[in-house]
């Protein structure tokens, strides 16, 4: 069975930092592309930032750039999103997604987590 586990979320202050992490299983996800996805109340899910399967390629999200950073784990099968400076309007369920490649867009991603709740106060 194919599983995305996201951790690190939680209650931060604005300014301060989060890292938040997803773990693969179930097959081989080397050769994903892993995404972060974020959904706030009342509002559709967006992207955030994306990683191709090397590496070698990222995407990020205008509202993130210069805050955000994606890395893949050495085992691939992991992903981790460093988030620094955070602000209230971060405050969202984070969602790790994994597909055949590297899209900004939530249709191009086979495998979903159950998210992960990442508050920010002001």
């Known amino acids: 069975q194919v599983q995305l586990v996201e951790s690190g979320g939680g209650l931060v202050q604005a300014g301060g930092s989060l890292r938040l992490s997803c773990a693969a299983s179930g097959r081989t996800f080397s050769n994903y592309a892993m995404g972060w996805f974020r959904q706030a109340p009342g509002k559709e899910r967006e992207f955030v930032v994306a990683i191709s399967w090397s590496g070698g390629r990222t995407a990020y999200a205008d509202s993130v750039k210069g805050r955000f950073t994606i890395s893949r784990g050495n085992a691939k099968n992991t992903v981790h999103l460093q988030m620094n400076n955070l602000k209230p309007e971060d405050t969202a369920v984070y969602f790790c997604?994994?597909?055949?490649?590297?899209?900004?867009?939530?249709?191009?991603?086979?495998?979903w987590g159950q998210g992960t709740q990442v508050t920010v106060s002001s």
């Open positions: 997604a994994a597909g055949d490649r590297l899209r900004v867009d939530t249709s191009g991603y086979d495998y």
